[in-house]
């Protein structure tokens, strides 16, 4: 066993310096390795105001989305996931519970502050919500998903021609977000019917 520990070494040791003078000496004939990088948000953002194609638009928004949920910290992306599973099972004081750590341990990541305005709209606490929604709006204004749940409860709530602006702050960011185009589509026949 000894002996083969010993020839292990060796090896080891009689292989790092052709490595090194390998790498020194470069690589004779590969091409260098390109790495996609994720495109920045601003560019995400150009990019969904200027797409027509409905899917492809969505396809954007998905990765703008993935981008929000990406705490940079492993612990809040588990209790993101945890609060998630527990507003799936409708256990809200669970999920408020998580989601309060969230935002109290990394109060500058938006989607901590979204995904909590989300439990609050879900029990009907619309001053919570819309509390959480402001929030997440002063962290990261383009947020179309805030931006349209401050919308509905502005709807839900009668606010009218408030909920029409705030859908059309959506459209301005989103303009492909079919949701958003039928609200607004909606509210502008409510609000002109009133006006008659």
Request: aromatic letters at 8%.
């Amino acid at each position: 066993m000894r002996s083969v520990l010993l020839c292990l070494t060796a090896a080891v040791l009689l292989a790092a310096p052709a490595a090194a003078s390998a790498q020194e000496a470069g690589p004779a004939s590969s091409k260098p390795v390109s790495v996609e990088r994720p495109a920045p948000l601003d560019q995400l953002f150009a990019d969904l105001r200027r797409e027509s194609k409905e899917y492809a638009a969505k396809r954007i928004a998905d990765r703008i989305w993935t981008r929000w949920r990406d705490s940079g910290s492993a612990s809040i992306d588990v209790m993101m996931q945890w609060a998630d599973d527990a507003a799936k099972a409708e256990k809200w004081a669970v999920a408020l519970d998580f989601l309060d750590r969230v935002t109290v341990l990394a109060p500058d990541f938006a989607e901590g502050w979204n995904r909590r305005a989300t439990v609050h709209f879900m029990m009907k606490n619309y001053r919570k919500s819309m509390a959480d929604i402001e929030r997440t709006l002063r962290l990261e204004p383009r947020h179309f998903g805030a931006l349209a749940g401050m919308a509905q409860i502005l709807k839900d709530t009668g606010r009218k021609q408030l909920a029409l602006d705030a859908y059309e702050r959506v459209l301005q960011i989103y303009p492909m977000m079919r949701s958003a185009q039928a609200e607004v589509v909606t509210l502008s026949d409510e609000l002109a019917g009133q006006g008659i």
